[in-house]
């Protein structure tokens, strides 16, 4: 076995253990996926695997993709998540009737900012723009921690070893199985059929990986990627979700766990691997 095959192992193991105390304790909690700060922490996890791996294998840790050069990158992670979000949302709305529920979204939402008899201009001016620009920085919080795993740590040698096709699904099937013990049994997901939110969700995190591996190697950073997660997490979690009523077949249309982001983030997985063409090699030290 290689130095570079050992790392690899090392990392993937060194996550799923660290994974299984945050996993164990929501998947007993009543709380579910939302017990209090253990998502936070099980969010870290794949950032500790990569520093305890780095330091086993005397890895200096400045090579994960620190640099927030050139910012464009660091952008287009914020906006990329919009453009295969915003379709599947507005498509459902459309297409299942009473699914938008943007009245009672606002009323909730004003009512945090004191503005109740204002509800939907308070919402429209206020917590919208501070969802989609404050509020990223506590989803940025906890993405990072991914990302330093996943793509600062993982993808470089994952690429480095399979090149960037068989890297990226790699990449894309280790994270998705990361996320089975809390569908399966941690409260996450939409709560429709299981094999059908695996199914999907598993296709939209693997095409979603060639998104990642693109930003990533060609800005040679991780901010990009922590940037796409934040924004993917912020605007679905926290925006169109709650916009979103439970009608018809809407959920198996919706969320994470539903086909349209299959659709889009697949369209989204062609255009940029049909790019691969511009990244420069994986620098791993």
């Known amino acids: ?27 007993f909690s009543t709380a579910g996926i939302g017990a209090g700060s253990t998502v936070l922490i099980l969010m870290w996890c794949p950032a500790l695997a990569a520093f305890a791996t780095s330091y086993l294998f005397k890895i200096d840790i400045a090579t994960l993709g620190w640099s927030w050069r050139p910012l464009k990158y660091e952008w ?41 008899a204002w509800p939907n201009l308070a919402t429209l001016l206020l917590s919208i723009p501070g969802l989609a620009t404050v ?13 330093i795993g996943w793509r600062g740590f993982l993808l470089p040698r994952l690429t480095t070893r399979f090149g960037f096709t068989l890297g990226c699904l790699a990449s894309g099937a280790i ?44 800005s040679q950073s991780l901010w990009p990627c922590a940037m796409l997660h934040a924004s993917h997490n912020q605007f679905i979690q926290d925006i169109f979700d709650p916009m979103t ?10 969320t994470e766990f539903g086909i349209g982001l299959v659709v889009t983030t697949a369209i989204a997985a062609i255009w940029f691997w049909r790019r691969r063409g511009e990244l420069p090699a994986p620098v791993l030290a």
């Open 1 to 27: 076995m290689t130095r570079l095959t050992r790392e690899i192992v090392t990392f993937i193991v060194l996550a799923f253990v660290f994974s299984l105390v945050p996993e164990t304790i929501m998947a």
């Open 76 to 116: 287009l992670g914020y906006i990329v998540p919009l453009l295969y979000v915003l379709p599947v949302y507005i498509v459902a709305w459309l297409l299942i009737k009473d699914s938008f529920t943007y009245d009672a979204f606002a009323k909730t939402k004003a009512a945090l900012w004191g503005y109740s």
């Open 135 to 147: 509020g990223m920085l506590e989803s940025l919080t906890a993405a990072l921690g991914e990302e």
């Open 175 to 218: 994270w998705a199985l990361w996320h089975y013990p809390l569908i399966i049994g941690g409260g996450y997901g939409a709560g429709t059929d299981k094999i059908y939110e695996l199914v999907c969700f598993t296709a939209m995190i693997v095409a979603s990986s060639f998104v990642f591996g693109w930003l990533r190697l060609k």
């Open 245 to 254: 009523a439970q009608k018809g077949h809407v959920l198996y249309v919706t």
